[in-house]
């Protein structure tokens, strides 16, 4: 893709999943790519697979470094380190604190840092791995679907805000893709996300789709679209159709374990 070609990348989370599709399809499209995650060997290992920068580390605090890898500049920053953080009204203030430092404020972080010289320069590609649940919701989760609502939220309002003054926006929002992060989902995943999972490059395809057609919505599970305007043309009959899979959720746990209380997974 021209608009890739060349282009300095950074994706963060990229040690697996989304994030290592990712970085392989931008690094085969012609992009300089720096990538990042938690881990510093699964860092270092897509770095070596793909030719790509390693930047180890935090995402909310990379940006910098990374930008200075690849030569002072970044075109292309995807957000897509997450944390899956199942659990209740119950969970503990950590637990949303968590979600919500990694799901949303790194993503706020690496705006508030690229933004300047992007809009300086009137060019900068903005991409958000959100997730179905920001549009709609996940059981069994509520800092996670708390969290994700946010991202989306931002990501659209980085779109409205900026897109007259040359920056582009995209929220990827898939639901079940098979990862680490589809595994941590627990039984609510199994149940809900399983069925339809898709494999990682299958993201990155639809995403390139979209950045080829200029599409802020990316939904590499099409069938989200018709649940999301049901959930908004519809509220009650949307949440009465969620409350049924809740309930079938609760019926197949025979362990002993309250909806919800399972530890979540940092990708």
């Not at 590609?125 to 991202?151: D, E, N, Q």
């Not at 609510?188 to 990682?200: D, F, K, M, N, R």
């Not at 939904?219 to 959930?231: D, F, I, N």
């Amino acid at each position: 893709m021209s608009s890739v070609q060349g282009a300095r990348v950074v994706v963060t989370g990229a040690g697996g999943g989304i994030g290592a599709a990712l970085a392989r399809r931008f690094a085969a499209e012609g992009a300089r790519v720096a990538v990042n995650d938690l881990d510093p060997e699964r860092t270092k290992a897509i770095a070596d697979e793909t030719g790509a920068l390693a930047v180890p580390g935090d995402a909310s605090h990379i940006v910098e470094e990374a930008r200075d890898a690849l030569g002072g500049t970044v075109d292309v920053y995807c957000a897509n380190a997450g944390l899956a953080s199942p659990g209740d009204a119950f969970a503990g203030e950590d637990v949303w604190a968590a979600a919500w430092d990694v799901n949303v404020m790194a993503h706020v972080r690496a705006a508030r840092t690229l933004l300047p010289g992007w809009l300086e320069r009137g060019s900068g590609r903005f991409i958000s791995t959100v997730s179905a649940a920001g549009l709609l919701t996940m059981v069994g989760a509520a800092p996670y679907s708390a969290s994700k609502h946010a991202a989306y939220a931002f990501a659209e309002w980085l779109s409205l805000t900026y897109r007259h003054r040359g920056i582009k926006v995209h929220a990827i929002c898939p639901q079940g893709v098979r990862t680490d992060m589809l595994t941590a989902a627990g039984s609510a995943g199994e149940l809900v996300l399983a069925p339809t999972a898709i494999e990682p490059e299958d993201v990155a395809d639809a995403l390139f789709d979209g950045i080829e057609a200029d599409r802020f919505l990316i939904l590499p599970h099409p069938e989200v679209a018709g649940y999301y305007e049901t959930r908004a043309t519809d509220p009650d009959r949307w949440l009465t159709a969620m409350n049924h899979i809740q309930q079938k959720w609760e019926e197949t746990l025979t362990d002993g374990k309250i909806p919800g209380r399972e530890p979540g997974f940092r990708r």
